[in-house]
Nanobody, 116 residues
């Protein structure tokens, strides 16, 4: 399973780092992804990082978010800066194989709220 943590309330323009820990299977060989889901909206892809460490970002977060991974600790991170109210969502992570199949059961996510 995966467990997301580190969410919270932050003011616009602030920063936050959220984490994802995997158990039961190692992260090393897999593509890792962060998604988010805002109220009333579908889940959207935020960032990906390949097994080799190459990142990709959605246009909405490019230049503000940084994804990283620590294979030794089986951890995935998302450093979020210059946060906007529209970044408010529940953030989820998972690992994916070459067929695009999720490796872990989805976790509960971590709530990020950007507001005054």
């Amino acid at each position: 399973q995966v467990v997301e943590s580190g969410g919270g309330l932050v003011q616009p323009g602030g920063s936050l780092r959220i984490s994802c820990e995997g158990s039961g299977s190692i992260f090393t060989p897999y593509l890792l992804r962060w998604f988010r889901q805002a109220p009333g909206k579908s889940r959207e892809l935020v960032a990906s990082i390949s097994s080799g460490g190459s990142p990709n970002y959605a246009d909405a977060v490019k230049g503000r978010f940084t994804v990283s991974r620590d294979n030794f600790k089986n951890m995935l991170y998302l450093q979020m800066s210059s946060l906007k109210p529209e970044d408010t969502a529940v953030y989820y992570c998972n690992a994916f194989n070459a067929y695009g199949e999720a490796i872990f059961d989805w976790g509960q996510g971590t709530q990020v709220t950007v507001a005054l």
